[in-house]
């Protein structure tokens, strides 16, 4: 299964757009590219889901060049609310990799006012 | 919008102890996950299950065990609980069918024991 490398910890204040990218060099071909939110006490929640290009929903926006050796996430204008921990996972979510994706350590996004 | 709800936020059990974890969800999802999370480790796949009756060993599934009697309920069970099973649990659910299906999480249970 790819691993993943992304940046431990990140600040930011509010009202900045915020990118954090993910490096997986050894991303297979069938691979898609996941990213989870996770707040204290809570479990992770999906926020979006890519395989090249770029993606957007009303949460966040994907990018991932031609190579896919790495993606970014980019969250417009945080909020206070944003602070959490977000993890990039990288992978083909069935058959003998069900359930099995690599969640890692995440990156702690916190959002100063 | 899927829901996957478990049981208990908190449990406080004593060593040795047979303990119980139970979740539900509400999409009629065909897989069904149970998870640790541990400061450092990340989440850690228990065991799985892909219908109802059927499961597969995880990562880590020795001193548990579990059930899938009906499609919406998952149980995990700690056959006799142990310190070192102190942690927080999550279970989680998807669809099949869809290529990469996302997760859904429930909210977890925090497990301490004693």
């Known amino acids: 299964l790819a691993k993943t490398t992304q940046p431990i910890s990140m600040d930011s204040y509010e009202g900045q757009e915020v990118n954090i990218t993910c490096s997986h060099n050894?991303?297979?071909?069938?691979?898609?590219i996941t990213w989870y939110q996770q707040f204290p006490s809570q479990g992770p929640r999906f926020i979006i889901q890519?395989?090249?290009t770029k993606v957007t929903n009303e949460v966040a926006s994907l990018f991932i060049p031609a190579d896919r050796k790495s993606s970014t996430l980019s969250l417009p204008r945080v909020s206070l609310s944003d602070t959490a921990v977000y993890y990039c996972?990288?992978?083909?979510?069935?058959?003998?990799?069900?359930?099995?994706?690599?969640f890692g350590r995440g990156t702690q996004l916190t959002v100063w006012p | 919008d899927v829901k996957v709800t478990q049981s208990s936020r908190y449990l406080v059990k004593r060593t040795g102890e047979k303990v119980f974890l139970e979740c539900v969800q509400d999409?009629?999802?065909?897989?069904m996950f149970w998870y640790r999370q541990d400061p450092g480790l990340g989440l850690r796949l228990i065991y799985f299950?892909?219908?109802?009756?059927?499961?597969e060993k995880g990562d880590i599934p020795e001193g548990y065990s579990v059930s899938r009697e009906k499609k919406e309920r998952f149980s995990l069970i700690l056959e006799s609980a142990s310190t070192n099973q102190t942690s927080m649990y999550l279970c989680?659910?998807?669809?099949?069918?869809?290529?990469?299906?996302?997760?859904?999480f429930g909210n977890g249970t925090r497990l301490t024991v004693t």
């Open positions: 050894n991303i297979a071909t069938n691979d898609y």
């Open positions: 299950s892909y219908d109802v009756k059927m499961k």
């Open positions: 999409m009629d999802h065909e897989n």
């Open positions: 890519g395989y090249k």
């Open positions: 996972l990288v992978g083909s979510d069935r058959g003998s990799t069900l359930g099995r994706l690599y």
């Open positions: 989680a659910s998807s669809p099949t069918g869809t290529d990469n299906s996302p997760l859904h």
